[in-house]
């Protein structure tokens, strides 16, 4: 049997388009970001350029969605690349080309799909893949997203459904895709009182990956899925999100600390609960509401470098969302801190060992057996934080500083900065 | 300003053909519903023909939908009737000759219609009646019905919107419409925690009759509407359902005295909580499930009686369900009762006097003054009932036997069968 | 069979201690009040004088409460007041000789209690009235107050409840006790998803008035009492709080409007839905927390005339909560105005007519038949409000500048400024 | 800094009184069970004999509570053993003789108490051992146990209330405790809006534990403990329910295979999500009741495996709920099958595999590195199941029967009679 596992047996490194032009990216910036990445991020383990949300909307702009636009699809009911944004789509290549190119740089490319059929496909009651089906036959009439209006859901008792995923994947696999982000899927916002609805289109997709011939890490949005569900969440994707979109506001930052405590023991290889992407950098390029436009990350650099250092001793995935050719000095060291990446890619134990409104501590073992430890500030203050090593621990290692400093007693007090976090490797006598 | 309660100043008294067609019924059956009605049940009082949902699906045949089938509709994004089920629309005359030849017996005739736009149009992006405007232009994208899908919701402050409302009501206007059901909209059971959530639109209705430039009863569904929102109901609406589907079902028939109890203050000229179709006589002609096909009701003749006997001391619009061709005696006997219909038409003062698990009281005035008493048994066991009224009551005038008994002490001791209920006019000394 | 309706056939007016001395008040306190009324407020309908909760609590000082003081008891486990506060209870008199004060002023007298039994008398398990029966044998005893710790619940199964019941109205009958405010009854708020759990204890509380030989107003607190249940608390209260507690903030006020509009429709002799005490005048004088204490009422004069105009308009009870005695000209001037007192108790027909975020407009007919229209602002700015009249308007007599105006056009266009509302007498043609 | 895992590195294996004896247990009950227990079960690692709730009523005799009894107290509001029912408590020695006792057997002792403080303590308003400090000035007086009425919550933020936990656990110390199970407080009832809300009480009494000087096994009741809170409980905590009170249904076994679904990932050395109690064998001795009295388990026998496989796959804590002086000898088989035990004490890695509603399977690694699977059928009819195993297995030992049987291909299709379970070694190649 397949074991889905082997497509992410790390946390999956990567660009993600949405936090910098919505669902309106197009392919020369795509590209342009690939091969930043190629020439600046990919030594440090950054491989997936990520095509999110509506590539296949001829109008897209930002990350405002036109209701009930139409929309690019074949003769099976499959939506396509957009040619007008996607040039080298043309001529039925869909994202082949752009795949091929970015492969030739040694990354991965991935793309964001809804979960579902479209909406179109359904009233115009277009053929599927299957003779004889018609979309609107496996439509599920009453499952639609709540914030987008491209899809109805896929009804899995309805004759067909499955062959209709997993046309899609064929088809996915025939362009070279490594990476799906699924949406509207970990958390089904339109029932509120039943937010895993999704569960057996969960599992057409995961058998549509497994038949298409090709490994693609399976991703799940949007968060929060529901921590009830891990145990169907790890035996069907490779990540999925733990809180709703990450946006670079401190709130939403103190609250990924709860969630990464509920989530921890839930990671291993395959299989990543996911604090969503990196909100740093430049941000939301193409916005026209002037109070988000093409603005700087909010985060003061004591929160960025916690995002980082959390994310990474949790081993949450790690997609950029900010536009990497605009990157300055300061988020690029944030990102490529090989150290600390490292950590990401390759401790174990990771698990938090202290938890309060104030403070976090975190520890795991990394790659060559050192006892690695992270304290957190939750405060907007200056705050002392203690803690008592074991008897045989005689340094700490700053991953960031890169200095080494002795401990002179067993008992450590620390006293960081407002919401500022560190990451020491612990030395033993 | 108009007065929307005039439309209604006595609860209505009809036929719809839910009960015994489902989405299917067609021209024929429904005029020989009317002819039954001119002929058998208009003198007492008996007066709207209501056509049930969907006459603008051509293949709807009973009460299953058929998801997202082709719709006929005009070159405004209206639906209209269905030509193969109702022959006379044809020529663009639309429910016009229908209503004609109802007009023409001296009966009213009413149409049903889900809230908003059709689906189709939305995604055909057909004009509506404003320039410039088209069906995408003025739908809700999440706003749907999670059991029939031919509509998206309207949304209130897009430009068009009311424009397109009034249109439809033109348009019945035009055709000769007396009584709007408008579904999924008194309670939009796709928002679980905010079923009030069609408020605008039920405004933008209001706002469409009172401009059509002819008076309509508007009836809303489905139930239950909250009763939080009584007073927005009342200034809007005629008529609005109180509870689910109503059908043959004894825990259904309990259920609304608890429902009768909740609304009775709101009962009032012009405004009609409504207690659903009466599910009575034959039902369900045309189904396929042989569980319920075109069966005979299965309420027992006490609990018929009951029901007929709430809903006239609750003033309940009275909509008659079965099938009015095959009314047997029993069943014609039920609704030609004028004495008891009377009290559904003019009485006054209606409430509960008593209400707990075992038994109801209920009590009001009739047309002349007199104290009018009905006495239920809940429990399908024979029970005692009693009751003590004032000095100056002298006897008892049963109104469905017509006998009358005197009262030889001011505590009455009835004894009531199993569900059984009985009304009585009180004779004074 | 006895009506509980007399005993309040118009909305209760007097005043109650707990707005300005929380659980505190003593007997000078409570007979000042008292005379204060007799002298000037009585020719105007005022007449119960409520002593709020807590009396039998010698060390009772203000709104905190002392969790598990001991409290004052008799020999079958009643409360009794505590004689240091009421010396004249001395001798087991109880509350008689302040009642008997009270009824030699020509006014009435009322008190609070809790619904249950002591806690107190639960654990020492002292007897209950009924030989055999001890405290412990009928107290419910997962049923407490979230916030008070003077009582359990009785449990209405337990052999002696409804005796134990019976003896506390036989006890405060034999006081002359007019008026029972019960709490911790219509909203049981320690169980949030079942807040009418005292349903049987409202049962027994009706029951033991019933048969304790002295009529008796009985109040429900707090709300908001759940509108399902307006059936049940009009079969057995005279007046029940449809909000939490009213205190002098202008979002409680915009509340209200809502919670009217909900309510009205029960609203009849003997049955009063309560808005709770006017928080006007001098409030809360034996605060300790600086931010409260002893403060004049934080409502604007509009506001505060909104407060009566709406009580009176909607006929509640108007229980007034500040101190009597320190009443200023224009506060006595809002609850003395005799044409807008006499619509509270004497009107028909009150209803909203026009209700949304800006603005309300309610109407009744006045007891000589005349139409009566109340304007209100919700805005807290100045707003024109528009109203058509019928054609026999030819002025309005303005209710608080008693000063009337013609009717040039049945359409009335007024200005009101921010929160403020006008009453007027309609003058017909 | 203490580790409060050491307490507990495997998961407690012993006898808990409950499931016989309700809360009326005595001393010669409870060593006979004892005294069984070394000299049939020690052997096998069975160790800790738990004296279930109030120890401390003397009238108590069953399942059923004596609202509001009179408890024995020392001078400091502790909870003592009524010495009617535990007569080596005499003269003020508490458990310390019983304990004493069972020390001496090679066992351990634990006992039951609820969180909080006596609610007779708080109306008596008796010491602490806290100078100045009442019972009264730390109670929580809103925070009570809905299905028992012996004690009140304790106020974390009231001075004293942390010395008051302090003087508990001082007590039980004293007395030589090895377990606490604290009811009440994993789950608390009163507030299902907030179960977790007893979350400050629980911090209290780890604090408590860790000073008093002997090491215990602390034991949280009831379930379900909210899964959001698995960091606090195993920060705090040794063992804590998953489920509600888990008695010999079959539903209530199916809800486990979910439950264990969710909760594994926590499972590790010193913390144990805990299944409840094993209800086999002879139960509710004592009870009045004659549905449930002095039963056998209604657990069929295949039901009886499944449930100490279940337990041993997830390793629960077991905790045998039947009387052991009464064992048959199919019972003492299921819970002395010394390597299925191996499997709960030391095996590694136990997760499922497999989850759906026809079946679990399970796997994890034993002490001695061999892979373990086990097999449940979830159906009450026999069915097939599947399981592809790697190349390497060439043969499966069956852990009850003792039987090896060959794999001749990869793919194993096993057939399980209704509700069976099985658990084989993996032999390898």
Redesign the interface.
Known sequence: ?KDKNTAALTPPMGFNSWDCYGAGINEAQLLANARYMRDHLKAYGWEYVVCDIQWYEPTAQNAAYH??ADLCMDGYSRLIPAENRFPSAAGGRGFGPIADEIHAMGLKFGIHILRGIP??A????TPTVTPGITA?MI?Q??S????N?DMYGVDAYAPGAQEYYDSLFELYASWGVDFVKVDDIANTE?K??EPYSARKEIEMIRSAIDRCGREMVLSLSPGPAP??E???LK?NANMWRVSGDFWDRSDALLRMFTLC??W???VGPGCWPDCDMLPLGTLQLTETDPRYRARKTRFTENEQRTVINLWCMFRSPLMFGGELTLLDDFTLSLITNRELLEINQFSSGNR?V??NEDEAIWTCTDKDGNGIIAFFNKKPAPRPISY?FGDDAAGLYDLWSKKTGKLRMPVCLLTLGPCESRVFRIIHK
């Open positions: 049997m209701h009930f909406r179109q359904v009233h115009r009651n609107r439509a009439d009453y639609v997203c709540p914030w209006t339109f509120p009182t921590i009830e891990a145990f169907h035996m405590e509920q921890y023991p839930h938090p202290r938890a008592e």
